[in-house]
């Protein structure tokens, strides 16, 4: 058998910080994936070695024998960055092995299995989700799934985020805990009214905390960018190094690209690219017998299906503002 699944990724978290007992994040996922295939070809011995151990921890969570199988990842989405690739890459990698096997794994096992190997992001629901990424312990479910587009900003830097979460920077996030608490109550403010105004809000108040933590270079000039321009916001990954510019309307996003590259911001993030908020979660992309003949025109569309950006070509082709001219 042969299967391929899909996990979106996020750009950062709209909030994060010190509630309670522990670190809580709120992520969106975005139109970038991670897919993951499994198969029975010989087993490709270089794939990630958080992904492999997806393969062996579903085998036994759905009480399998432990065997070898072929794993391949093609993702869309940069390591290191703060854009939930890893938690993509094991999430789409437990449900490829389970379907492999004819069986399923609920959202929950999935999540258990993610956490198990790393701090998650909470892009697996199917809204916006407070979550306690180390444990899964609390999972806050807004029951919204706010659409949006994000420009997003992403430099060469990298950061691990293993390498973030030292006890240095927790106690940080501890410090900041009765300044996060006003932004988690902004933040259910416009889980309330649907607002995303509000919403935009939250996360540039967080985004602005964790400039304490983990400064983002230029963000001053983005913040008076944002306050000229009226976007919608600024959130960050705040253990990683992208930026994400929240914009309400397609038909800003030429203005914003244009606004972009005559600015001092794009000698630092190097790339630039445009998504939409997305809250599907892991999809199951294609599954057939290994000695079943492909069809391969179906299996493609398939595919981009999950990274259809076709949606911002033809806008700025219409308005003859490429995103590739950045």
């Not at 750009?11 to 969106?28: A, H, T």
């Not at 690219?273 to 599907?280: A, I, L, M």
């Not at 179906?298 to 070509?313: A, G, I």
Request: net charge negative; glycine share 4%; hydrophobic share 40%.
């Amino acid at each position: 058998m042969r299967v391929t699944a899909s996990c979106p990724g996020s750009c950062g978290e709209i909030i994060q910080g010190w509630l309670g007992d522990s670190q809580k994040l709120v992520s969106y996922g975005i139109d970038c994936f991670s897919r993951v295939t499994i198969d029975n070809k010989e087993p490709f011995e270089s794939v990630k070695s958080k992904a492999q151990e997806a393969v062996q921890r579903t085998m036994l969570q759905l009480d399998l024998p432990i065997e070898r199988v072929s794993l391949t990842i093609d993702s869309d989405l940069p390591t290191a960055k703060g854009m939930a690739s890893s938690t993509a890459d094991i999430a789409a990698t437990c449900q490829a092995t389970a379907a492999h096997f004819g069986k399923q794994l609920s959202r929950d096992e999935i999540i258990a299995i993610c956490l198990a190997i790393e701090r998650t992001d909470s892009i697996l629901f199917p809204t916006l989700t407070l979550f306690e990424q180390k444990d899964g312990t609390v999972r806050e479910a807004s029951g919204w799934a706010p659409h949006f587009y994000v420009v997003v900003l992403e430099p060469e830097e990298t950061l691990a985020t293993e390498t973030f979460h030292s006890m240095e920077n927790d106690r940080l996030f501890y410090q900041q805990r009765a300044c996060f608490a006003e932004v988690y109550q902004h933040y259910l403010l416009a889980v309330k009214e649907r607002s995303l105004q509000r919403l935009g809000e939250a996360a540039m108040q967080s985004a602005l905390l964790n400039q304490k933590i983990l400064p983002k270079p230029y963000f001053s000039e983005l913040i008076k960018l944002q306050q000229h321009y009226q976007w919608l916001g600024i959130n960050v990954a705040h253990s990683g190094s992208v930026v994400g510019i929240m914009i309400e309307t397609l038909e800003e996003i030429p203005a914003v690209l244009k606004t972009i590259k005559q600015s001092s911001l794009s000698s630092w993030y190097s790339k630039v690219s445009v998504h939409q908020s997305c809250y599907q979660g892991v999809q199951l992309i294609e599954a057939r017998e290994i000695n079943e003949k492909a069809d391969d025109c179906r299996s493609l569309q398939r595919l981009r299906k999950n990274n259809d950006n076709t949606w911002f070509d033809e806008a700025s082709a219409k308005s003859r503002v490429s995103n590739s001219a950045l």
